[in-house]
Every structure is written in C-alpha cells, then in structure tokens.
C-alpha cells in the first residue's frame, strides 16, 4: 500500500503545450466545439490533487475550451458523476495514445508476433461450397418445439 504522503507535483511544459492544435478527447456531447484551435490540457482530478494544488501534469486531457468548462464546472445536474468518470477515463485513454503516437512519451511495446506457419486456404466459390441448413439435417425437418408448445400438449 502507497502511503498518504505530501510530494513535489510533477510539471511538464512540453506535455502542457502538446494539446495546442490536437483534438478534443472529452468529446461531451451536445458541448463539445470540435475546434482544435481552442484545445488545451485541462487537469483531472487524481491523488496528487488538493489542497490548492493541481493534479500532476500528465493527469491532463486535451480538452476544447467549451469541455473543460464543463468538465471544471458545468456538469453538475446535467449528468452523473458515473457518466462524468467515463468521459474522462475515455479522455485520458485517448491523449495517452496521441501522446504515444507523437513521441512524447515512450511506451515499450512487444515484439510483434509471427504469423501463421500455415496460411489460411483460399475459399471455395459459391456454387462449390455446401448449402448451410437453418435447422439441422434436411432429412431431420421437423418443426421446433418450445416449452410453451409442450405445456399446451400435456393440458
């Protein structure tokens, strides 16, 4: 367990000034701009949050100005804290990737792994292929009996 401990927050620059011209990633529907001019990383709320402190600065989202206003103040009657939580983990999970796919943080990732030995064989065209039966066997094509059909026949 992680003991409750006053610490330095982390600060970025580099990862603040990343969200500028990126897309939003909060995305609340009915709010959202969609207008990456006005986008900047808007700070969650994590452990490192409180006491007059900001969260760390990798606890950011890019979010469009209309968003983090409503993330920051606007949500509240509007949707559930459920719902809220859910946009920003989607949030979080989306500017983590873009952060990635720009080199601003590195993820180590797997080898990738090698394909089939053996490679899948080409189809049959249609007229050479086997008709599929919807019921079984075409010699077995008796009508499906449910459990109401039965409780109807003992009566």
């Given at each position: 367990?992680?003991?409750?401990?006053?610490?330095?927050?982390?600060?970025?620059?580099?990862?603040?000034?990343?969200?500028?011209?990126?897309?939003?990633?909060?995305?609340?529907?009915?709010?959202?701009?969609?207008?990456?001019?006005?986008?900047?990383?808007?700070?969650?709320?994590?452990?490192?949050?409180?006491?007059?402190?900001?969260?760390?600065?990798f606890s950011t989202v890019h979010a469009?100005?209309?968003?983090?206003?409503?993330?920051?103040?606007?949500?509240?009657?509007?949707?559930?804290?459920?719902?809220?939580?859910?946009?920003?983990?989607?949030?979080?999970?989306?500017?983590?990737?873009?952060?990635?796919?720009?080199?601003?943080?590195?993820?180590?990732?797997?080898?990738?792994?090698?394909s089939r030995a053996k490679p899948t064989?080409?189809?049959?065209?249609?007229?050479?292929?086997?008709?599929?039966?919807?019921?079984?066997?075409?010699?077995?094509?008796?009508?499906?009996?449910?459990?109401?059909?039965?409780?109807?026949?003992?009566?």
């Open positions: 367990m992680i003991a409750n401990f006053r610490r330095e927050p982390f600060r970025s620059r580099k990862l603040l000034d990343s969200a500028r011209g990126q897309p939003c990633t909060l995305e609340f529907v009915g709010i959202c701009s969609h207008d990456p001019e006005t986008t900047i990383s808007a700070h969650i709320h994590d452990e490192s949050f409180g006491k007059g402190m900001k969260a760390d600065d469009c100005d209309r968003c983090h206003m409503f993330m920051d103040h606007g949500w509240v009657g509007k949707m559930s804290v459920a719902l809220l939580r859910w946009h920003i983990i989607r949030a979080m999970q989306r500017t983590i990737r873009n952060r990635v796919e720009r080199d601003l943080i590195f993820i180590p990732q797997d080898a990738p792994t090698p064989p080409p189809r049959k065209p249609k007229e050479k292929r086997q008709p599929i039966h919807s019921r079984g066997f075409p010699e077995q094509s008796r009508p499906l009996r449910s459990r109401n059909n039965l409780r109807k026949e003992r009566v």
